[in-house]
């Protein structure tokens, strides 16, 4: 073997593993920056606490009836194993209607 083509090699390998190295590197701050424009798109928008779980009745082993609290308005959800049905859904301001005839 030669000695320029020992050279030749160890220097193709390390620009190869720099080159490796150096998209690594930048995938790794591509994840780092979408992750943040994601935290910071929830924040601002307010998508991250709008969606609540109010109640859940299990029928069966497979079958629940759900009431979720989404924006002002309430449903009523049947969940299966084949799926999620909307039963019902009301405004808020009838919720709070309704509670206050009752106590009235």
Do not use: C
């Not at 601002?44 to 002002?72: A, C, E, M, R, Y």
């Amino acid at each position: 073997m030669l000695p320029d083509e020992s050279v030749l090699s160890i220097a193709a390998l390390g620009k190869l593993v720099f080159g490796l190295l150096s998209v690594l590197a930048i995938l790794g701050l591509l994840v780092l920056f979408l992750k943040f424009l994601q935290k910071k798109k929830l924040a601002f928008s307010g998508l991250g606490n709008d969606l609540k779980i109010l109640q859940t009745t299990h029928l069966s082993p497979k079958q629940k009836l759900t009431v979720v609290h989404w924006k002002d308005t309430q449903y009523l959800i049947a969940l299966t194993a084949n799926g999620g049905f909307l039963l019902d859904k009301k405004a808020i301001e009838s919720v709070d209607q309704d509670k206050e005839r009752a106590q009235g």
